[in-house]
């Protein structure tokens, strides 16, 4: 009978053991699990470099980059949802896709740079930058249950461009929309003089002088083809070769000199960056500043 009472001892005291390794492995895994959690990584083409980042500090380098830290936090984050959706829209879409750094993509820069653009104020920018990416963590905008490709640009001439107008895409969400807020700035108009025959060489056309100018403008004041001697380009590119901050402008020119004067800043599709400041200002939050910008769109945490 001791003998029995004995092994039933040792059995239960092997069971409790065994219960409580059980348990220590469970704890242990869920430890691992906090310290550790899964990160969205991207390459980026840096400084002729390739980098493997997290997909979060990416999103910060480019929303310091693409807008003044200055602007209003709900503008911010509104950014950095525009800056996350677009990042993951190019690498869901392109196999291996790695990020330009640059406009090609979006502007990115690192904390090194950050430092040195900011100097005494670096402290605050980046926490203010870091807390907009932060309260938005891992949010897309979503058309029809697929990320969108959430373009966006400077300033406008008071309207957005529908997307057709622009890439040669039509997009749903990408509809012209009223952005009336820039015309608050004065930084929204350029004027810019150059020589006859420097317009002349930039546009490759062989004359001495301007015979004519024929101009075809979207419903937005934009210039969706101009003609010069007969010679015809699409706005965008007629604003690519002359460098110009954007497609609605205007040209007036003499015997010697051309004059154009733009308005706006940017492509003129999708988010105005400082039509959004406004409306932050305003009281609108970022969610609703997206889905002002981004016709129909729904923000998700699709990662």
Known sequence: MKKFIVFLFVLMLFIMSYKDKKFETVKKDNVISEVKPKVKKVDIIYNDEVKNIDLEDYVVGVVACEMPASFDIEALKAMS???????????????????S???????YISVDKMKKNWKDNF?????????????TKNELMTYNDKIIISFYFSISNGYTENCENVFAQKLHYLKSVDSSWDKEYSYKEKTIKMSIKDFLNKLDIKSDKINDIKIDRSKTGRIKNITINNM???????????????TDFDIKYDSDNVIITTRGYGHGVGMSQY????????????DEILKYYYTDIEITNKL
Do not use: P, W
Not at 82 to 99: D, M, S
Not at 123 to 135: F, P, Q, W
């Open 232 to 246: 015809k380009y699409k706005g965008t590119v007629f604003r690519s070769l002359l460098s110009l901050r954007s």
């Open 81 to 99: 949802v525009a800056a996350r959706t677009f990042a993951e829209y190019k690498i869901t879409t392109n196999k291996n896709y790695r990020l």
């Open 123 to 135: 402290e605050n920018n980046y926490n203010k930058i870091l807390k907009a990416v932060e309260s």
């Open 275 to 286: 039509g959004a400041n406004v409306m932050a200002k305003n009281g609108y939050k970022y």
């Open 101 to 107: 750094t640059t406009t090609k993509d979006q502007c």
